[in-house]
């Protein structure tokens, strides 16, 4: 079942920043920052981790940032063991390169929840086709666009205009006349910035 509750406290358990609630999460009154501690009444003493529990809160840190199911995760990991490679960074690598990751990584989407609700309202198109489902993997030198009826929605004028005043990572392009982007390359470890150590997330799974 997909979490639906406030955002916010989600950042706090991890104590890091996800970026799920867009705009806010680069202000000071982002809750990590004012509340530098998990919720509940018991979030201000928590105890030292075991390893397991290291472990789990690495998997769910990673579950929470990309805003997958533990179906979905369990899935990515069996997919990434399977390959050739070091299974955490292939694992990361294809969460990366899901279509509302994408869409949120080029700014067309505030955060990855608002991202995941334009592909699924069918706002986004790859390669020219209307694609809804946001855990469609992309490749590298697919095109992603909004389609041409929802280039005037505001949300999307705001968040474009927010989004060049940011970083794009280099192995992304984005046309902002076009409003579309193109993935460069599949990310490399180093360009992939997400709190987490995938190796604990490997370990976990292992077990």
């Known amino acids: 079942m997909r979490y639906t509750g406030p955002v916010c ?25 004012r509340r530098g501690y998990a919720p509940g009444q018991h979030g201000q003493s928590r105890k030292k981790l075991s390893e397991y529990g290291l472990q789990l809160r ?12 533990e179906r979905q995760m369990e899935n990515y990991y069996r997919s990434a063991a399977r ?22 990584r080029l700014g067309i989407g505030a ?4 991202a995941r609700q334009l ?11 209307k694609v809804d489902i ?14 041409e009826s929802s280039r005037n929605l505001d949300l999307v004028k705001i968040n474009v205009e927010a989004a060049s005043e940011r970083a794009l990572p280099e192995w992304l ?18 360009q992939i910035d997400v ?12 077990r």
């Not at 960074?89 to 279509?99: A, G, Y």
């Not at 984005?174 to 460069?184: A, P, Q, S, T, Y």
Request: charged share 30%; glycine share 8%; net charge positive.
């Open 83 to 104: 390959k050739r490679g070091i299974t955490g960074e292939i694992l990361l690598q294809t969460l990366e390169m899901r279509l509302d990751n994408i869409v949120f």
């Open 173 to 190: 392009e984005f046309d902002i006349e076009k409003i579309e982007g193109r993935v460069l390359a599949v990310p490399t470890r180093e």
């Open 9 to 33: 406290r989600l950042c706090r358990r991890e104590g890091e920043k996800l970026y799920l609630k867009g705009d806010k999460c680069y202000t000071d009154k982002c809750p990590v920052q």
């Open 119 to 129: 592909v699924m309202h069918g706002h986004i198109s790859v390669n020219g086709h």
């Open 134 to 147: 946001p855990s469609y993997e992309v490749k590298a030198g697919d095109v992603i666009a909004v389609r």
């Open 58 to 69: 690495m998997k769910q840190r990673l579950r929470r940032v990309y805003g997958v199911s």
């Open 111 to 114: 955060s990855r929840p608002q």
């Open 195 to 206: 709190p987490v150590e995938e190796h604990l997330v490997v370990e976990y799974y292992s």
